[in-house]
């Protein structure tokens, strides 16, 4: 049996939340994905991860990979002077 990553759009939409911080409109993780992956990284840790929870583990890691260059790119314009 062979597994596959999932794509990360799959969980955008149970897993995205847009949160308004000071000036910047920011992509976040929701509450409940949030938990998951803090989870799946005890899970790791504990070296119980089974073999799909591991692709989940790096769907959810490539989606915050995402997530964290889009916020930076948007933090970095809001900061340029106009």
């Given at each position: 049996?062979?597994?596959?990553?999932?794509?990360?759009?799959?969980?955008?939409?149970?897993?995205?939340?847009?949160?308004?911080?000071n000036?910047?409109?920011?992509?976040k993780?929701?509450?409940?994905?949030?938990?998951?992956?803090?989870?799946?990284?005890?899970k790791?840790?504990?070296?119980?991860?089974?073999?799909?929870?591991?692709?989940?583990?790096?769907?959810?890691?490539?989606?915050?990979?995402?997530?964290?260059?889009?916020?930076?790119?948007?933090?970095?314009?809001?900061?340029?002077?106009?």
């Amino acid at each position: 049996m062979t597994t596959t990553l999932l794509k990360p759009s799959a969980i955008l939409p149970e897993g995205l939340c847009i949160q308004q911080v000071n000036n910047l409109t920011l992509f976040k993780f929701t509450n409940k994905l949030g938990d998951r992956l803090q989870e799946l990284l005890d899970k790791k840790k504990a070296d119980t991860l089974t073999a799909e929870e591991s692709l989940e583990l790096e769907t959810i890691g490539e989606l915050d990979n995402i997530f964290s260059y889009i916020n930076a790119v948007m933090a970095a314009q809001a900061h340029e002077p106009s």
